[in-house]
């Protein structure tokens, strides 16, 4: 693995496991944290879901459909977002959490970027060659599969996700 990408993977474990600025993350949340590599992605998506198992008393509408973060850039941001298989949706930026719900038609359009895209064909990790100076690096995680990318590395079938996730976090 090119140290650029496992100096990232390490942050973005880091920063996603609750040992960076954000107290309210936790190092044991399956449904955002990211592996450090991609042994350690392909063995965890074997036996990982798209996200936790409804509690009891929980409807199975409230699980995860998709769990993205995106981190880096030049103002070094850290955001991450969850969407349930109804809606709904929390962004954690460092602004702070925030709840709400898609609407039907962003809904349908997520679900339906998320579907046209065979997960199983991208690979897990996807690595700018050092071209691209302070870009995002993306972590999406749908249907028990992490796929990691970098700006100047980002698979096309990956980007239409990645911009409709982006204009979630934007809202």
């Known amino acids: 693995m090119k140290p650029r990408l496992a100096a990232a993977a390490v ?4 920063t996603l496991t609750g040992c960076a600025d954000d107290p309210g993350a936790t190092a044991g949340d399956a449904s955002t944290a990211p592996s450090q590599t991609q042994s350690q992605t392909q063995s965890q998506s074997q036996s990982q879901s798209a996200g936790p198992s409804p509690t009891q008393g929980e409807s199975p509408s409230a699980q995860t459909l998709v769990a993205f973060t995106r981190t880096g850039g030049i103002a070094g941001v850290n955001d991450r977002l969850t ?7 929390t962004i954690q930026t460092r602004g702070g959490t925030k709840t709400g719900k898609l609407t039907a038609q962003e809904l349908a359009a997520l679900k339906q970027a998320l579907g046209s895209v065979d997960f199983t064909k991208i690979p897990n990790v996807n690595a700018n060659d050092g071209t691209v100076a302070d870009g995002f690096t993306y972590s999406v995680i749908y249907n028990g ?25 934007s809202k």
């Open 11 to 14: 942050l973005l474990a880091l």
């Open 83 to 89: 969407v349930a298989q109804d809606g709904s949706y």
């Open 145 to 169: 599969r992490e796929i990691v990318a970098e700006d100047g590395a980002v698979p096309p079938a990956l980007q239409p996700i990645l911009g409709a996730l982006s204009a979630v976090v």
